[in-house]
């Protein structure tokens, strides 16, 4: 099972919004992709951080494309029916679990996220190392604890597909240990000096 949780690594996530929402501002749709989203959690807590952010009306144009191996054939069931454990919730603050969770009685251990998030994110079965995108104009790509365990040169390849992938200055995120090559100079810059974010260039 991989390892990841909810609102993990937040801060960069957040950071992260900061600088995009200028650059979607005036957009009708929104598309992001999580590539490696294990379980759905990266996605889901991205979805509601942007929530947050934008209010009901703009995050109606949001669609986050969750993708993974998913070796098991697990994931397209969870995240469709975002259904987890509620011991997995234990570091949402109180007031993001009432407001995006919600329990069943019939179904007492688990908890559900709402509607509105979870239509926000459609789940696709992919393989990073088919190097083929699942879009193209695509405004965001999040992909963090995933590209450390490809080799130097799968990696380039996928840095070159998630360069087609994007929009023009559309955003890239890794996570904290995850440097880009120089040569992708040309591809993209990193835009703050505390995080990997990038923007193509
Ligand atoms: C450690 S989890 C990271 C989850 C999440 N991105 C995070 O940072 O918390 C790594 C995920 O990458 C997925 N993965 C590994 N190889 C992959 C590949 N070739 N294509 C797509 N996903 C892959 C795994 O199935 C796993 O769900």
Known sequence: ???????????????????FLPFIQSRRT???????????????????LLRER?????????????????????????IGTGRYPEKDLQRIP?????????TDPADPGYVYISDEIRT?????KHDLLTFEPIRTGVHMIICKNVL???????????????YDSLEAGGFMLHEHTQKLPEEL???FTRIVMNAQIFRKI
């Not at 099972?1 to 600088?19: G, P, S, V």
């Not at 929104?30 to 509601?48: D, K, L, N, R």
Request: glycine share 4%; net charge negative; proline share 3%.
């Open 94 to 102: 109180p007031e993001i679990f009432s407001q995006y969770f919600r």
């Open 120 to 124: 926000s994110v459609v789940f696709k």
């Open 54 to 78: 934008m209010g009901p009306n703009l995050f109606r144009n949001v669609k986050i494309y969750a993708t993974d191996i998913d070796t098991y054939n697990q994931y397209v069931q969870v």
């Open 148 to 162: 450390l365990h490809f080799s130097a040169e799968e990696r380039l390849k996928v840095w070159k597909m998630f």
């Open 30 to 48: 929104i598309t992001i992709w999580s590539a490696g989203c294990a379980m759905g959690q990266e996605p889901y807590t991205f979805a509601i």
């Open 185 to 187: 100079n040309d591809c």
């Open 1 to 19: 099972m991989a390892f990841t949780f909810f609102f993990r690594d937040a801060q960069t996530l957040d950071l992260a919004i900061d600088h």
